[in-house]
């Protein structure tokens, strides 16, 4: 079965770094958008950041060069390297694997930005 394990989220004070890790297994990883969202209690889920198969990358307006997304198609791997943290980036973060054929989540890491 498709499973996506997200590892890293936290605490970390305003101005800090967090680097998340998503494990895809039971999926053709290469041949899947990988991504990052985010959703907060009340709030629709929105993306952080997303890497086509081809590489190219897609960032939400908010990220103003603080994040990188990065994977690694040997490990079935995904990252996201989070700076810069504001309290406003507090959230739950979703991995997500999606392609004409599925669309799968992981089942979210807290990252929470606070002194």
């Known amino acids: 079965q498709e499973q996506l394990v997200e590892s890293g989220g936290g605490l970390v004070q305003p101005g800090g770094s967090l680097r998340l890790s998503c494990a895809a297994s039971?999926?053709?990883?290469?041949?899947?958008?990988m991504g990052w969202y985010r959703q907060t209690s009340g709030e629709q889920r929105e993306l952080v950041a997303a890497?086509?198969?081809?590489?190219?990358?897609i960032y939400g307006d908010f990220v103003k060069g603080r994040f990188t997304v990065s994977r690694d198609n040997a490990k079935n791997t995904l990252t996201l390297q989070m700076n810069s943290l504001k309290p406003e980036d507090t959230a739950v973060y979703y991995c997500?694997?999606?392609?004409?054929?599925?669309?799968?989540w992981g089942q979210g890491a807290q990252v929470t930005v606070s002194s």
């Open positions: 039971e999926i053709s990883f290469d041949r899947y958008t």
């Open positions: 997500n694997a999606r392609n004409f054929h599925g669309n799968f």
């Open positions: 890497m086509t198969t081809a590489g190219t990358t």
